[in-house]
C-alpha cells in the first residue's frame, strides 16, 4: 500500500481520479483542481496549502456551532466505545435516540409527537413523500397522492426529493416522476411587476389554490415547501404569503408540509422558521443544524394528528433504513441541541449578532450600485444583483457575474455561495461581531470587485 499524499496535487490528482462531484462539470473541476479543506476551527477552515478562509456558509448551512467542538466530538467517542451501532428493527430500540426525541419534542412546538430518523435531508423528503401518502391510504382516501411544490424549490438530489422540488435542470436529468406537480416560487424581485410586496403574496399563494383546484383536492396529498427558499436563493416571501397558504390548505384539507432542513435550529433566530414565518406545519423535515453537520442525520417530524392515524390505524409501515436513529448520530444531536438550549445561542442570533449582521449588511450595500435587494433574517442574508435598480431588472448573465464575485471572495479568504443573481451567507450560529464584520467587509470588497470588472462603480 503506498503512503498517502502530502502535496495539495497530489490529493487533487487522487481526487479527480475517483470522485464525482455535486453540482458541477466534472471535467472543468479535474482541470483546475478541487480545493482541499484539510481543518476547521469556529468558522475559521484551512487548505492543504495552509490558507484560511472565515466559512460564511457553515458548510452547507450545518455547522451550527462551528467546527472543532469538543462536546460534540466527545459525546462521538463515548457513545463509539458504548455502543457504536444498532437498529431499530427486530422490534428494539436503544437509549441515546429515546433520549433525542425526549429533548427534540421539548423544543418542538406541542403540535407535534413522533419522528421517523434519517441519514440526510433528502432522505428525509423521501420518508415525507412515502409517509403522506400512507397517512391518506390509512384514511381510505388512496388518491390522495399528488405532491404541490415550487418552482425553484430544493428537496434533495434522491429521486423522490428531486422530484418533489423545482429545479428543472434537475427533473431534466432524469429527476421527474409522475403525481408530483409545482407552483410559482415567492420572490417578489423577479416576478412581482407593479405589485407591491404584499399584494404579490397574496397573488403568489393563491396560485397554490388554483393549482389543486385543478388537479382536483381529492387527489391532493400535500403542499411542500421550505419556509424560505435555500438553495435556490434564500428567497424570503414576503408578508401574508404562509398565512394565505396556510389557510388554502387547511380549506382543501391537504396537508401542510416545512421543509426545515435548512431554516431548522435557529438560523432564523427561531427554533424552527415556521416560527419565524407564523404558521403550522403538519410535518417537518430536518436535517444539518440536527448535528451541527459533525455526523449525518435528518428525520421527519409528524404532528399528533398524523402519527395518531398511522400508530393506531396504520398497521404495519414498510418503510426503514440501515442507519436510521444510529447510536453516534443521536448522541452528537443530543450535545449539539443542548448547546443550542444550554447555552441561549438562538437567543442571542434573535437579540445580538441576527439583527447585527442584518444592520451591517444594510449599511454597507443599500446604496450599492450592484445591489437591488437585501433580504434575511437572523444569520442568514441574501443581496440580490440588479442591472437596474429603479425597474429591479436583472441581468441577463446574473449567474456568471454572481459566480464571478463568489470566486473572487474565495480568492480573498472568504467562503460565500451564488445562487442565480444572488449572493447568500450563512455563517455559523457562534459567530462573533468581529467575524461577521469580517464576512460583511470582505463581502464588500468581493461586491465592489465585481461592481469595477463590469464597469459598475
Not at 466559512?55 to 460534540?72: E, K, P, Q, V
Not at 480568492?411 to 451564488?418: K, T
Not at 461581531?433 to 470588472?453: C, G, M, S
Request: with cysteine; charged share 20%; hydrophobic share 40%.
Amino acid at each position: 500500500m503506498t503512503a498517502l499524499p502530502h502535496t495539495t496535487s497530489e490529493y487533487q490528482a487522487l481526487d479527480a481520479a475517483h470522485h464525482i462531484h455535486a453540482f458541477l462539470d466534472q471535467k472543468a473541476l479535474n482541470e483546475k483542481g478541487a480545493l482541499v479543506i484539510a481543518k476547521g476551527q469556529g468558522l475559521d477552515l484551512w487548505d492543504t496549502d495552509g490558507r484560511r478562509y472565515l466559512d460564511g456558509m457553515s458548510g452547507l448551512w450545518c455547522t451550527a456551532l462551528g467546527y472543532g467542538r469538543a462536546d460534540l466530538n466527545a459525546a462521538a467517542t463515548r457513545q463509539l466505545e458504548e455502543l457504536p451501532y444498532y437498529n431499530l428493527f427486530f422490534h428494539t430500540t436503544h437509549p441515546r435516540v429515546i433520549e433525542l426525541s425526549e429533548l427534540l419534542f421539548s423544543l418542538l412546538p406541542e403540535h407535534y409527537s413522533h419522528a421517523i430518523y434519517t441519514n440526510s435531508g433528502s432522505e428525509a423528503n423521501e420518508a415525507l413523500i412515502r409517509t403522506v401518502r400512507r397517512y391518506w391510504q390509512v384514511l381510505g382516501k388512496p388518491q390522495k397522492k399528488i405532491m404541490i411544490g415550487r418552482w425553484n424549490g430544493y428537496h434533495g438530489s434522491t429521486l423522490g426529493s428531486t422530484a418533489l422540488g423545482g429545479m428543472g435542470f434537475m427533473h431534466e436529468m432524469g429527476g421527474m416522476l409522475p403525481d408530483f406537480a409545482h407552483i410559482g416560487e415567492p420572490y417578489w424581485y423577479a416576478h412581482g411587476g407593479d405589485l407591491s410586496p404584499e399584494a404579490f403574496a397574496l397573488q403568489a399563494a393563491d396560485e397554490l389554490e388554483r393549482k389543486i383546484l385543478e388537479l382536483g383536492a381529492e387527489n391532493v396529498a400535500a403542499f411542500v415547501a421550505e419556509p424560505f427558499q435555500g438553495a435556490g436563493g434564500m428567497i424570503f416571501p414576503p408578508e401574508g404569503y404562509w398565512a394565505r397558504i396556510q389557510s388554502i390548505c387547511r380549506k382543501y384539507d391537504v396537508l401542510l408540509c416545512a421543509d426545515e432542513v435548512i431554516g431548522g435550529f435557529g438560523r432564523t433566530g427561531e427554533w424552527f422558521a415556521h416560527q419565524h414565518f407564523g404558521f403550522q406545519p403538519d410535518t417537518l423535515t430536518i436535517a444539518k443544524g440536527l448535528t451541527s453537520g459533525y455526523i449525518p442525520m435528518g428525520g421527519l417530524v409528524l404532528s399528533k394528528r398524523m402519527a395518531e392515524v398511522l400508530v393506531e390505524q396504520g398497521g404495519l409501515f414498510a418503510h426503514g433504513l440501515t442507519y436510521s436513529g444510529h447510536p453516534v448520530a443521536a448522541a452528537v444531536a443530543i450535545a449539539n441541541l443542548k448547546a443550542l438550549r444550554d447555552e441561549r445561542i438562538i437567543e442571542r442570533v434573535k437579540q445580538d449578532s441576527g439583527p447585527y449582521l442584518q444592520k451591517a449588511l444594510r449599511e454597507v450595500f443599500a446604496d450599492h450600485p450592484l445591489v437591488g435587494e437585501i433580504q434575511g433574517a437572523g444569520l442568514v442574508a441574501a443581496l440580490q444583483f440588479a442591472e437596474d435598480k429603479a425597474s429591479r431588472k436583472r441581468f441577463a448573465n446574473e449567474d456568471e457575474i454572481a459566480w464571478r464575485c463568489r470566486c473572487i471572495g474565495f480568492d480573498n479568504g472568504l467562503i460565500i455561495r451564488s445562487t442565480l443573481g444572488r449572493m447568500i451567507m450563512a455563517p455559523a450560529l457562534v459567530a462573533s461581531h468581529a467575524e461577521l464584520d469580517e464576512l460583511v467587509d470582505k463581502t464588500r470588497q468581493a461586491v465592489d470587485q465585481t461592481a469595477r470588472e463590469i464597469g459598475r462603480l
